[in-house]
């Protein structure tokens, strides 16, 4: 007579294991992989090894010191490095990446209780966390195939989102559907993403709901706020998130009415702190905040076991929707207000106190006596006059110029005589690389342009002849924001030059 074997749940069991689901994402990661090398070069393959080495090791020894079973075999640790690394520039200095990879691994996964246990997706947990601490390191973005330049620097642009904020040109949609724009190395090639969404949809590691839903509620918020959806859809890391970071098992919800609701929370904020907030992109501070929600998400949208109570249109559809959709509100709406009330009572034209003090430094004076002047007409592509002054006795003529360096954005103040002589430069707040870009700002550096006038140019070592200037060793770029700064001052110095006459 046969037995009845009793066991507890589950009964029905997938042959699928941890260690094959995270060797699909990895499949499904290659074709961006393989993009970003293509684009940027063989540091994108050395910084993705450096976020997967410490990802590995932070995983092991952190495990160890728990006393748990290791589970880096499950290759989770290794999915969370190449995540992080794909949500990085490729000019990020490898220690701060190793930084990220600590806060993935340790801080947000293995204090939680390592695989299944964190609040949150460790990898773009650990990307907001440099974001703030590294704030011009992870804004600095390479210019596509940099490499193919025979100079040893790394040149860099702009993202297209804050090109939409500012409503400059933009790159053509085939290229952003190529990736040949400035970006995170793994979210700029669209088709190589698409390609690898498709593969876990066909492999039934991610369901489409997700993807299909926060794309769609992209596009559409696009519309109702008024900006290009395909620009939107492709500018940032959201088809980046779509596919491999907002489908994250753990932390997004697990009905199908709770995955909607959580994509569309998603789009929404992302969509709202990209166009009223402070920073161009929202895709990582949505998914966070989304992340934080999903436990809620659950508990309102969980299905009905067999035999209990129908469900009802009002309670368990409308409701859950219209709580989720205020909450995503009211987060943008509080990011957006804290970003509005710490510029309340500033005046966008009001110098900072920093370049003040460099003005009054190069007038030898605190009774300065500003210009009226029209920034566009003394502006380029690549420097911006905001503001002029002159000395009492008008002899000197002092420019607040910004120029972009290798790290964001540099503040010049430049002393010009009434012979159109450079007599100072002082250089104001930057985030250029200390011990390199940094250098610009010391006296060996400024004290070249004493004394020159006309068009300046850089080289990179020898001797400087009359319109030269030496650049800082292995800080060209930076070099030539000040030397880029310093003829833009000289240029609108002919244009205000009748001031110092007046």
Same mark, same amino acid.
């Given at each position: 007579?046969?037995?009845?074997?009793?066991?507890?749940?589950?009964?029905?069991?997938?042959?699928?294991?941890?260690?094959?689901?995270?060797?699909?994402?990895?499949?499904?990661?290659?074709?961006?992989?393989?993009?970003?090398?293509?684009?940027?070069?063989?540091?994108?393959?050395?910084?993705?090894?450096?976020?997967?080495?410490?990802?590995?090791?932070?995983?092991?020894?952190?495990?160890?010191?728990?006393?748990?079973?290791?589970?880096?075999?499950?290759?989770?640790?290794?999915?969370?490095?190449?995540?992080?690394?794909?949500?990085?520039?490729?000019?990020?200095?490898?220690?701060?990446?190793?930084?990220?990879?600590?806060?993935?691994?340790?801080?947000?996964?293995?204090?939680?209780?390592?695989?299944?246990?964190?609040?949150?997706?460790?990898?773009?947990?650990?990307?907001?966390?440099?974001?703030?601490?590294?704030?011009?390191?992870?804004?600095?973005?390479?210019?596509?195939?940099?490499?193919?330049?025979?100079?040893?620097?790394?040149?860099?642009?702009?993202?297209? +989102?804050? &090109? $939409? *904020? @500012?409503?400059?040109? #933009?790159?053509?949609?085939?290229?952003?559907?190529?990736?040949?724009? !400035? /970006?995170?190395?793994?979210?700029?090639?669209?088709?190589?993403?698409?390609?690898?969404?498709?593969?876990?949809?066909?492999?039934?590691?991610?369901?489409?709901?997700?993807?299909?839903?926060? +794309?769609? &509620? $992209? *596009? @559409?918020?696009?519309? #109702?706020?008024?900006?290009?959806?395909?620009?939107?859809?492709?500018? !940032? /890391?959201?088809?980046?998130?779509?596919?491999?970071?907002?489908?994250?098992?753990?932390?997004?919800?697990?009905?199908?009415?709770?995955?909607?609701?959580?994509?569309?929370?998603?789009?929404?904020?992302?969509?709202?702190?990209?166009?009223?907030?402070?920073?161009?992109?929202?895709?990582?501070?949505?998914?966070?905040?989304?992340?934080?929600?999903?436990?809620?998400?659950?508990?309102?949208?969980?299905?009905?076991?067999?035999?209990?109570?129908?469900?009802?249109?009002?309670?368990?559809?409308?409701?859950?929707?219209?709580?989720?959709?205020?909450?995503?509100?009211?987060?943008?709406?509080?990011?957006?207000?804290?970003?509005?009330?710490?510029?309340?009572?500033?005046?966008?034209?009001?110098?900072?106190?920093?370049?003040?003090?460099?003005?009054?430094?190069?007038?030898?004076?605190?009774?300065?006596?500003?210009?009226?002047?029209?920034?566009?007409?003394?502006?380029?592509?690549?420097?911006?006059?905001?503001?002029?002054?002159?000395?009492?006795?008008?002899?000197?003529?002092?420019?607040?110029?910004?120029?972009?360096?290798?790290?964001?954005?540099?503040?010049?103040?430049?002393?010009?005589?009434?012979?159109?002589?450079?007599?100072?430069?002082?250089?104001?707040?930057?985030?250029?690389?200390?011990?390199?870009?940094?250098?610009?700002?010391?006296?060996?550096?400024?004290?070249?342009?004493?004394?020159?006038?006309?068009?300046?140019?850089?080289?990179?070592?020898?001797?400087?002849?009359?319109?030269?200037?030496?650049?800082?060793?292995?800080?060209?770029?930076?070099?030539?924001?000040?030397?880029?700064?310093?003829?833009?001052?000289?240029?609108?110095?002919?244009?205000?030059?009748?001031?110092?006459?007046?």
């Amino acid at each position: 007579m046969n037995q009845l074997a009793v066991s507890p749940s589950p009964h029905i069991k997938s042959p699928r294991t941890t260690r094959g689901i995270m060797l699909d994402v990895l499949i499904a990661l290659a074709p961006a992989l393989l993009a970003a090398n293509i684009l940027f070069g063989l540091r994108a393959l050395l910084l993705t090894a450096v976020c997967v080495a410490s990802c590995v090791i932070f995983e092991f020894l952190s495990r160890r010191l728990m006393k748990r079973e290791n589970t880096i075999c499950d290759l989770s640790a290794a999915v969370t490095g190449v995540l992080l690394a794909l949500n990085l520039p490729v000019t990020l200095p490898l220690w701060m990446a190793v930084i990220g990879s600590f806060v993935a691994i340790v801080i947000v996964k293995q204090l939680f209780g390592g695989l299944g246990q964190n609040f949150a997706n460790p990898a773009i947990t650990a990307r907001i966390v440099l974001l703030v601490s590294f704030t011009g390191q992870m804004t600095t973005w390479a210019v596509p195939f940099f490499y193919l330049e025979k100079s040893p620097d790394i040149l860099t642009t702009a993202t297209p +989102l804050p &090109s $939409i *904020a @500012s409503g400059e040109s #933009l790159p053509s949609l085939w290229d952003m559907f190529l990736g040949v724009r !400035g /970006g995170c190395m793994g979210e700029t090639c669209i088709l190589a993403l698409l390609l690898g969404g498709v593969y876990l949809i066909v492999r039934r590691v991610i369901s489409p709901t997700i993807p299909l839903v926060y +794309l769609v &509620s $992209i *596009a @559409s918020f696009s519309v #109702l706020f008024g900006v290009d959806p395909l620009y939107e859809l492709m500018a !940032g /890391g959201a088809v980046l998130a779509a596919f491999f970071m907002l489908t994250d098992y753990v932390t997004s919800p697990v009905t199908e009415l709770g995955k909607t609701l959580f994509a569309l929370g998603a789009g929404l904020i992302t969509m709202v702190i990209r166009v009223y907030g402070a920073y161009p992109e929202g895709v990582s501070f949505a998914i966070l905040l989304m992340n934080i929600l999903t436990p809620y998400i659950d508990r309102v949208t969980k299905e009905k076991p067999f035999g209990g109570k129908k469900m009802r249109v009002a309670r368990d559809i409308v409701k859950p929707t219209v709580v989720i959709a205020v909450i995503a509100l009211v987060v943008s709406a509080a990011l957006v207000l804290a970003y509005n009330l710490t510029n309340a009572g500033k005046d966008p034209n009001a110098l900072d106190d920093t370049v003040q003090k460099a003005v009054e430094e190069t007038l030898s004076t605190k009774d300065a006596q500003e210009i009226p002047l029209d920034e566009s007409a003394l502006s380029s592509d690549e420097a911006c006059v905001r503001a002029a002054f002159t000395s009492p006795d008008k002899s000197i003529m002092a420019l607040y110029v910004v120029s972009k360096g290798y790290g964001g954005d540099i503040d010049f103040v430049v002393a010009v005589d009434k012979d159109g002589s450079v007599q100072d430069v002082v250089v104001g707040r930057n985030s250029e690389t200390p011990s390199l870009g940094q250098e610009i700002s010391k006296d060996a550096f400024t004290e070249q342009f004493k004394g020159k006038s006309g068009v300046l140019s850089v080289i990179k070592n020898g001797m400087a002849g009359e319109q030269e200037i030496v650049a800082v060793t292995g800080a060209t770029v930076s070099s030539k924001a000040a030397v880029t700064a310093v003829n833009q001052a000289l240029k609108a110095f002919e244009e205000l030059k009748g001031a110092l006459s007046a």
